[in-house]
């Protein structure tokens, strides 16, 4: 399997959620969420339409989980940009059971498959121009990425991904020299 790497320009993302909302609400919808939430793709494919929206169709303001992974139940707001693709995408998928995949497949009623959700999130980067290997898992790395970049604590990313150590965020968000070299340069004490 190919490593894939975050989405370290932000006109890309914008670009790929372009692409996306003009091909599927659900796919622009799956993308916006995935890259604001750091899910791992098998609790993103999990979610229900009752995960995100009460019964009224209300998205929520939180999402609760219990990850699929680690067994850890985890809860994290729902960020504005996923909010408005997920309003959007339900409102034209019309009436829905709470129990429905929230990324419904068009084949049956069944979520969409990893395979599926890799297709469609690769092809877009590829539209978009990008040329380094972008999948499902880039959204989580990227999510990561941003965060670090914005100057929260990477002790909190560490926390907030799972992960063992410090080392290993920086490396799975995909740090490289040059972020490194960028420190020193800008120092000039």
């Not at 320009?9 to 750091?38: H, V």
């Not at 290997?133 to 990425?145: E, Q």
Request: hydrophobic share 35%; charged share 30%; proline share 3%.
């Amino acid at each position: 399997m190919q490593a894939v790497e975050p989405i370290r320009d932000k006109r890309d993302i914008q670009k790929m959620k372009r692409i996306l909302k003009r091909k599927s609400l659900r796919d622009y919808a799956f993308f916006t969420l995935g890259i604001n939430s750091a899910l791992r793709i098998s609790d993103l494919l999990a979610l229900t339409v009752g995960d995100v929206a009460d019964e009224n169709g209300k998205i929520r303001d939180r999402i609760v989980i219990r990850e699929r992974k680690t067994g850890k139940r985890k809860a994290f707001p729902i960020s504005a940009s996923a909010k408005k693709a997920l309003q959007e995408y339900l409102r034209s998928r019309g009436e829905c059971n709470p129990s429905e995949p929230l990324f419904k497949s068009r084949k049956g009623g069944k979520a969409i498959t990893r395979h599926a959700a890799h297709q469609i999130i690769s092809k877009a980067a590829q539209e978009a121009g990008i040329k380094y290997p972008v999948s499902t898992h880039s959204m989580r790395k990227s999510f990561g990425y941003w965060a670090y970049k914005s100057g929260h604590d990477l002790a909190v990313i560490q926390k907030l991904l799972n992960h063992s150590s410090q080392k290993v965020t920086l490396r799975y968000i995909g740090i490289e020299q040059d972020d490194l070299d960028d420190v020193y340069i800008s120092m000039n004490l």
